[in-house]
């Protein structure tokens, strides 16, 4: 007798949980791009044990333990070729057994591992993975997954910045090595935010009669990767802005503010050395409009270095997502 529907859904279900995982969701949970999988599999022989049909690859879990293996071993800096073997085996190469030093090759010692994520999300785990094996194709593509699937506030929030965090831990602890680490990261996360900031309708975004928000670092200041984040949150969300970036010069920052008539004015200081407080005040008292109708913009003070005395009029929002709610109710008016 043939089989009743029922038993053929539970069967073709039975097969779906048994057949592994995809290459794709691996390549998630690793930090390296599915290419760099299939190319281990067809170069070193690091593949699944079973392929559905004969041709899809699908994981099991001793395939998924052999590969986290072999990533930990290249990000420490051991060649693919020998982590490979050493996967397989399930064992460390032995020193004896490892090529000698070369100018192409000069292998770390195991201090470089995994870095210091503690709990943190899945995705912290494999973008560090990825950015530790210096492996940019694989960075480039978890963080444009990222804002696409999450937005910029929580892939800032809960991955980005994790995650240079975490670096910056593994930095301090192993004297000058993963400085390299750290800027290929955040040259790649200021990529993805820049693309991120992409408009849907870029011909609607100057409608605000309130003028648009303006975003600049005060003069001295270098670090304006947060507000690079929130220019990407304010586009995201449909409100108009003018990044103007790093180390802004006072005169130009306002004259700047008096041509555009902006609804709000942020100041990034990273450092209390660069927190310009009379610029700040400055810019607040800044005016444009018609005698008798003149206005000034909202004066939003970001970053670390403005801690402490809190300026008269100012607001200093403590996070992205709380600068862009108030950037927000101040164009809703």
Known sequence: ???????????????????????????????VSPTTLRSW????????AVRSDGRHRRWAPQ????????????????????????????????????????????????????????????????LARAAVRLDAPSVDDQLTSLVERHGVVVGWEEVMVPTLHAVGRKWESAGDRYVEVEHLLSWHISRALHRASGPSDPSGQDTA????????????????????????????????????????????LTAAVRRLGPLAV??????????????????????????GARRNPVVLL??????????????RPPGLRDALTTLASLAAG
């Open 1 to 31: 007798m043939g089989e009743s529907r029922s038993d053929q859904e539970r069967g073709a279900g039975a097969v779906s949980v048994d057949a592994g995982v995809t290459t794709g969701a691996l390549a998630r949970r690793l930090g």
């Open 41 to 48: 599999d067809r170069r070193y022989g690091v593949g699944p």
């Open 63 to 126: 395939d998924i333990a052999m590969l986290e293996e072999m990533c930990r071993l290249t990000s420490a800096g051991v060649p693919p070729a020998e982590a490979a073997r050493a996967a397989k085996e399930g064992a460390d190469p032995a020193p004896a057994e490892a090529k000698p030093p070369s100018d192409a090759y000069r292998p770390r010692s195991k201090a470089a591992g995994p870095l210091p994520l503690g709990d943190a999300r899945q995705e912290c785990k494999g």
């Open 209 to 252: 009669p309130a003028g648009p928000v303006v975003l600049a670092c005060v003069p001295g200041e270098q670090h304006c990767l947060p507000l690079e984040a929130l220019h990407a949150g304010l586009v995201e969300q449909g409100l108009p802005t003018r990044m103007f970036g790093p180390a802004v010069p006072p005169e130009a």
């Open 266 to 291: 942020v100041l990034w200081s990273q450092t209390r050395s660069t927190a310009d407080r009379p610029l700040a005040r400055h810019i607040a008292a800044t005016s444009w409009g018609v005698k």
């Open 302 to 315: 970001g970053g670390p270095g403005w801690a402490g005395r809190q300026e008269q009029g100012m607001l």
